[in-house]
Structures are given as structure tokens and as C-alpha cells.
């Protein structure tokens, strides 16, 4: 099994999670199963626009809010 020589962590709603590597906002909401579906996400307590998750790293230590938003009345 190889190892990824730069694991990282970063907190995820409130809970320390790892990643192997520094990935993009749209690349971690993929592995979570979050990919395309409507989600709010505050990267280091700041509201990040769906258009801009491409382009956003995630780096070590970064502190992510991810909240589904579900219909409902």
C-alpha cells in the first residue's frame, strides 16, 4: 500500500479529518458524496460561491463548515 508522503489534516464541521493530500474544494466535496448536490460551504469562516469550489484549496489546518440544504416545510 503506498503512502502519501504529505497527509494533512483539516477540521470538518467541527471534527478533524485527513486527507492524503492538498485537493480543491470540488474535489474533497466529491469524495464526501457531496459532488453537485446543494450544499453551503464556509471555508475558514467564509461563504464560498458554488462557481468558485474549482478553484478554492484546501490546505492543512483549513477549518470547513459543509451544510446540506434539504426542501422541507
Same mark, same amino acid.
Given at each position: ?20 493530500? #492538498? *485537493? =480543491?474544494?470540488? +474535489?474533497? !466535496?466529491?469524495?464526501?458524496? /457531496? ?21 478554492? #484549496? *484546501? =490546505?492543512?489546518? +483549513?477549518? !470547513?463548515?459543509?451544510?446540506? /440544504?434539504?426542501?422541507?416545510?
Amino acid at each position: 500500500m503506498e503512502m502519501n508522503p504529505n497527509p494533512m489534516t483539516i477540521i470538518l464541521n467541527g471534527t478533524p479529518h485527513q486527507l492524503a493530500a #492538498p *485537493v =480543491t474544494l470540488a +474535489a474533497l !466535496l466529491d469524495s464526501l458524496g /457531496l459532488g453537485g448536490k446543494p450544499v453551503v460551504v464556509e471555508l475558514n469562516e467564509v461563504a464560498v460561491f458554488p462557481r468558485d469550489y474549482a478553484l478554492t #484549496p *484546501v =490546505t492543512e489546518g +483549513a477549518r !470547513l463548515e459543509v451544510v446540506s /440544504l434539504a426542501a422541507g416545510g
